[in-house]
């Protein structure tokens, strides 16, 4: 069946003190779904507060984007924590974002978890399972929002999470869903024509080319977008022009489960 | 009328990662509310839920004890913070902790600022409205504990906010019915027997002697203990055993509204 | 006599991690003296050893540009700290940052404190002198850099250190040779023609206009300027200009003393 | 020929704020050479002092610890930097604790990395390579210090590093000269006369028994204690013992390379 919604998903409150980051005031206009720092590997309570009601200006759905405690490393390097530790990691960050979200008299969406915790999950399954349980312990109605066919999203639905899958608009995939390293040349879609050529491929058919040409089908009820860079934008309006061509709309996943 | 209950409260979970502070195991024995650090002054993710789970095992009430981001100095160096960044900062950790409680099926009790943000109350009308907004924003019933008769408590109810007031059984008092500062001689005191001895004049008339002998009236319904020395537990054993000789037994602070 | 050298003085190096502070590669080709951040308000081990390159590579002499432990607020919010604990703070980061210096193969040259810690040296005098005593003890050939007839210049005198001053090129005076607060309309500023005019001034006659019309005159070996707009460029080759058509040459402070 | 003098190396100075660790006042009376804390996985600028005061004040030499940027985890958790960002955390914290050690008067000895820091060497030699030109650079006549027999060893002789070879006291070996990993059931050795007997037979005989019974020829002029339990100390005054009954004097390691 032709798919007529679909979400639009983008970090973003990943901003920290005098340090700013991403294009929020720009983003938040084009999209549907917005993961929010929790302030360890970046975003700080106030940046929190102001992205949240930015959110709310402007109807985008919030979820949590926990990461790293390495505010240094931007939460993109890989730290042996045990499950125990990352749990609780993740039920301080869910938390703390929960109560700003419920303060503006919004609902908590969604967690994505960031930068090396989404490396770490693919290979470790337990520690999946640690940040799993701490986004059903805090509420089982969240949506875990993980890549089409990953095995987070495998290991998720087994713990009975509302999974949504994503695609990525603006990066080369592999033969085996995963994403291509960002140190492999072409891993990164700045082109955005490009792009939009994947969008449409993958509306039409639902369905991806990896980066050695193979077809791959991907389920997915939301598209993960980056914003910042000024080019970056100039894709994600790209992407909802090929959306709109294709009558298909923007709406939060939450709504589309 | 005779005073028949009332609450002992401390507090704890202040340790931080492989740094162990006070003796948490025994004095959760002794009291009927916890004051549990939220990560900025002392505490971390791993601490709180452990802390929180020290104190349902035990039957006492869980409190936040927000800090001032500042680890190095204990939380307790003034920082001169906007009234906004204040507000942020408690709602982030207060949010934080009424995750791991609410995830150990207990409710959240009360908040009660910690070091610093004790002193810049005092001073700075706009920073404790702050506090006490970020407390009522988060849950309008949830306990606002602090200093009887101090200028925070007359705050809190113009804001409608639940207030317990709490006289210290171990610091010497002045007579604006403040506490006298940690470097004059005599602010601390070691002697259980002496502790012992107002805190029975405190049950019998309701009153304390200050460090200069004049005698004040304190309301309270909470009685604010420390633990972090062995000493310290003597000190608590020793309160509690007076109010045993008056009939006054343990409640936590939610219970005495 | 005709002043015909003099030091241009920006703050640089406070990007951390990820995030991007300042237009140093700018910078870096129009100014001689380069204060690069430590570590603690912005700045971290990596982002110095490439600034103190660039600085190298540029002929640019580099002065440490210790903050507050504070990276949340930019050290840009005063803490109630002690006199021992800021001096150990400042021999910490100049320490650090010597290290990376003669590491490049060049000598540390001067001392200028971040924010705060300017904002504190002017009411704190056992404050600027725990200052002055971290900075003498780690090399009593250190440069002070300061605000041209500050407390902070006498006090450093009076402490046998090297003393250069400056005057801020895009800043109002207070009639006590203070800058106006940031606070107040006209603080800051932003037109190249005027901050051109200033300079002009300065270098004619020695003297600059305050925000209330009186004259005054500054004694100064170095101007400093900021670089963290394309406004602030466009201001420092004005300021360059203005230089130049008076014949007056560009040297690191070091050399002017 | 038989060993007449030996080195006695220990962490200490890993307190930090307001967080006490280790017995530093007791353990310093012992030793001869002091591993100090850097202020990354543990330690502060304060604490540094102190620490480096307490060196001076009973004639033990100190040398660097440095660790990961990860207080949380005390610097034992792996965490993926590159060996760029490793070299200049180690330029960074070495060159912190230098100014202090001079400042007192003294020379820094050595340079002993700490935690996860010491693990990734064993697995990573760029990293190794990169720690040791961190030292080198500060200093070629640095002493490098590190397991007898270890890769570390050889890297850092490869690159014309003054290296010292350490033996544990109170750990259990594999028969590749490595630690057994304190998770193993017998790794740390609690018992003071099994220590002693251990270091009787090291200085009679230069050998180790292996967990599994294998005798093990060790080179080694430092032997490492650790004092953060009163049971630690025993066994420090039990090695100290032993190395008297055999005549083995102590001394800094600088003056038996």
């Known amino acids: ?72 490393g931007f939460g993109r390097r890989e730290m042996k924590v045990t499950p125990e530790e990352l749990k609780d990691y993740c039920i301080y960050q869910i938390g703390a974002l929960k109560a700003f979200v419920e303060i503006a008299g919004m609902k908590l969406q969604h967690v994505k978890v960031h930068g090396a915790l989404d490396t770490m999950a693919r290979a470790h399954e337990e520690l999946t399972r640690a940040m799993c349980e701490a986004t059903r312990e805090i509420n089982p109605n969240l949506v875990w929002l993980a890549h089409s066919g990953s095995r987070a999203v495998r290991i998720a639905r087994s713990m009975d999470l509302n999974v949504v899958q994503e695609v990525y608009a603006d990066r080369a995939y592999n033969a085996d869903k995963s994403l291509v390293s960002r140190r492999v040349p072409g891993a990164v879609l700045n082109d955005s024509q490009e792009v939009g050529g994947r969008i449409k491929q993958l509306i039409e058919l639902g369905t991806i080319t990896t980066i050695d040409g193979q077809t791959l089908e991907l389920e997915y009820d939301s598209i993960c977008v980056h914003g910042d860079t000024p080019g970056a934008l100039e894709i994600i309006r790209t992407i909802r022009g090929t959306l709109a061509d294709h009558d298909v709309a923007l709406k939060p996943m939450m709504e589309l489960i």
């Open 1 to 72: 069946m032709k798919k007529t919604l679909v979400d639009l998903n983008c970090d973003m409150g990943e901003s920290f003190g005098r340090y700013k980051l991403g294009l929020d005031e720009e983003v938040i206009k084009l999209i549907s779904s917005a993961n929010v720092g929790c302030g360890f590997h970046g975003g700080d309570p106030h940046v929190m507060r102001n992205t949240v009601a930015l959110a709310r200006e402007h109807g985008v759905a919030v979820g949590a984007h926990p990461g790293l405690p390495d505010l240094l």
